[in-house]
């Protein structure tokens, strides 16, 4: 099968070569119960052991910060109802623009007695710290508010919040799924109680996740079995997974600068090149200076943006900022909560560079895009 141009990171990544090859040990051979005391146990139990030392050097954290999850939807819900198991209070405080993953985590939490303040976003995305302070109740149990947004990669004031729940002593949560391997993510910097990762945003495969979980921070399990993962996430290790989830994040870390340059270059020379044939027609939807180096939320004036992703689907994969029902459009949650009119939000596209994103790849997509949304308008 022929892939065509891929400019939809954000929805996932392919598996690093490296991280396959590490994978491939554990495939053939090496398959042993990390739980069992023999040597093929006990190879993989230090093969898990180094993995959550990569991972927590990722996001300088320490390793037995580290859970193992099955993805960021997966860390999310333990974060969310592993926190609140252990709190009185019913009152949880979230952003409009937050992923599934939390959003209807939240809406459920409302069906069982919990009140959630869902904190609005300015044009850009941005939630203002100042909102989420004046939010806070005697009876908060969790903030959780999400990095850095999927669809129009907005990067949130994270460490802003975070002091802001630390001083009313409310844990903080944040949903890093987008930002791992793209900005910088310090736990310590950033100032998080609890942070989830995906695999397979980072060129790990889909299927594995990570959370971490601040030395001090009570969390219970949700699931209930033997005592892997400290008994917080039982379930015998998905050892190979976790292998590249490992390596992927050894990978990120080593090549970090390499890569957010490349991410941050391919999209700034599609958006200069659309610009330069497109002109006016070309609008982004965020401010640039706040966004992930990779992610170009951009409406095409007078287009719809459902007929031009398929019309070049043949040559490029990219998303689009609306559902396309029978006879009407809905637009995202997102782009509804940026207050983005539904002309725009119709006419609007999420591209995403990757690290494997090249010169090349990007003058067609120009080139292609510029022809169809030419072709289109007539
Ligand atoms: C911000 C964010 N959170 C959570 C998820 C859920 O990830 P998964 O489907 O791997 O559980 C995604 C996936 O797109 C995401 O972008």
Redesign the pocket.
């Known amino acids: 099968m022929e892939i065509p141009i891929y400019l939809d990171y954000?929805?996932t990544t392919p598996i690093d070569r490296e991280v396959a090859q590490e994978m491939k040990q554990f495939i053939d051979s090496h398959f042993g119960n990390p739980s069992s005391s023999y040597t093929i146990g006990r190879f993989n139990k230090d093969a898990i052991r180094l993995a959550r030392n990569q991972v927590a050097d990722l996001i300088n954290a320490n390793p037995d910060e580290i859970l193992f999850t099955s993805?960021?939807?997966?860390s999310?819900n333990l974060a969310i109802w592993g926190v609140l198991k252990g709190k009185q209070g019913k009152h949880i405080i979230t952003s409009a623009i937050e992923?599934p993953?939390?959003i209807e985590v939240c809406r459920h939490l409302e069906t069982q007695g919990y009140e959630i303040t869902y904190i609005p976003v300015d044009k850009f995305g941005s939630v203002n710290p100042q909102d989420v302070e004046n939010a806070i109740r005697p009876d908060t149990s969790l903030i959780t508010i999400?990095h850095a947004?999927?669809e129009v990669g907005t990067i949130q004031p994270i460490s802003e919040i975070a002091a802001i729940a630390k001083k009313h002593k409310v844990i903080f949560h944040t949903?890093a799924?987008?930002s791992v391997g793209k900005i910088e993510t310090d736990v310590s910097k950033l100032g998080v109680d609890l942070l989830?990762i995906?695999g397979?945003?980072l060129y790990a495969p889909?299927g594995i996740?990570a959370l971490y979980v601040k030395n001090g921070v009570e969390i219970q399990n949700i699931m209930f079995g033997a005592n892997q993962e400290k008994g917080i996430r039982p379930g015998t290790e998905n050892v190979i997974h976790i292998v590249a989830l490992g390596k992927a994040c050894e990978i990120a870390k080593r090549d970090f600068d390499k890569n957010s340059q490349n991410m941050l270059s391919m999209r700034d020379s599609l958006l200069n090149g659309l610009k330069k044939n497109l002109g006016e027609q070309v609008k982004v939807n965020v401010n640039l200076q706040k966004c992930l180096p990779n992610t170009l939320s951009v409406a095409f004036d007078k287009v719809d943006a459902h007929t031009l992703a398929s019309v070049i689907s043949k040559d490029i994969c990219i998303s689009t900022g609306s559902a396309c029902h029978a006879d009407s459009i809905e637009i995202s949650s997102v782009l509804k909560a940026m207050n983005i009119n539904i002309k725009t939000a119709a006419g609007t596209v999420r591209i995403s560079t990757g690290k494997y994103t090249t010169s090349d790849e990007i003058d067609s997509t120009i080139e292609i895009i510029s022809k169809t949304i030419l072709k289109l308008n007539h």
């Open positions: 954000n929805a993805c960021a939807t997966e999310n992923h993953a939390i999400m947004n999927n949903d799924a987008q989830t995906a397979h945003k889909k996740g």
